[in-house]
């Protein structure tokens, strides 16, 4: 069952999306171009994210679709109608990477007060209100407290909550989690994948690589303010992967690495490293790891741990950071 507060506005399937075309924003006269012809199509319902190096144009990006920013050139479309319009407004949902708060307001007068900004209708705005603070898990004894007494970690928590306000269909996320401890990170990723599975369409910029990972639908990789490649996280992972596999060393004393690296030779993996109950490999994809771990069960060999040493992501952002050449998404 939905947690979101309202039903907004109902979109054709013909316009539903977030749609940008050769988009271009300079500053100081034209001197800087914070994005660079950007062009790229976020489909209705998927989770993406946005990754690049610092300067990348991530923020501005996410500033000229909430409308903030007028564009120097292209076009930018969420359902068919412009940033600014007053009815693309009630469909998204914002979360900016440097909050700005009322701060003498207590946490729920914060949330009460932007629940009567969003139009919503006062019978509901307790309990819709103390339902999203419950939701982001901010703690009930700080509801009351100013939120000028507010850590970072609660502050974006309390930011979550104005965002999901109005039950909006897209919600734009610059940096989630930033300033969370461990338990605030996990609470951001589970509500990202709840949200998700709600219908939300999200647009997730993180310099966390492994919350976007286990968000996102396809990842943009933005460098110079442009689109240099998108990637899809649902296909199969296609390209060279390392691990690290550890196995009981008891139960394998008469193991070598002679033996170990023929097993993975025969499937086609290479060694790399090799000390008594532990190796690191190289593969050429899912299919060949899975291979050299059956081989290994096959030949009694206990593995206790099989871990990635680089992830997806960790490997794409290495690989267009130090590219210079553009490549077309």
Known sequence: MTELLAEPPSASLENAGIFVKSVTKTYRGGKIKALNNLSLEIRAGEAFGLVGPNGAGKTTFLSCLMGFLRIDSGEILI?????????TRRLVGYLPERLTFDRWMSGRDYLNFHHELAGMPAATRQTDCERLLTRVQLDPAAWVKPVRKYSRGMLQRLGFAQA????????????????????????????????KSEGLTILLNSHQLDQIESTCDRVA??????????????????????????????????LSKEDFSKIGSDVGAKL?????????????????????????????????EVRPEDRRLERLFKQESASGKRKDP
């Open 79 to 87: 359902d068919g109608q412009a940033p600014d319009d007053l009815s």
């Open 272 to 304: 790399l490293e090799f000390e008594s109950g532990m190796a690191r490999c190289v593969t050429t994809g899912g299919a060949e790891t899975a291979a050299l771990i059956k081989a290994l069960v096959d030949n009694g060999i206990p593995i206790v």
């Open 164 to 195: 999901l306000i109005g039950g909006p269909r897209y919600l734009l996320l610059d940096e989630p989690a930033s300033g969370m401890d461990p338990v605030g990170v996990m609470v951001v990723r589970d509500l990202l994948r709840e949200l």
């Open 221 to 254: 990789f933005l460098k110079e303010g442009t689109v240099y490649k998108i990637e899809d996280m649902t296909a199969a992972t296609v390209g060279e992967e390392y691990h690290t596999i550890r196995w009981l060393k008891d139960s394998n004393q008469d």
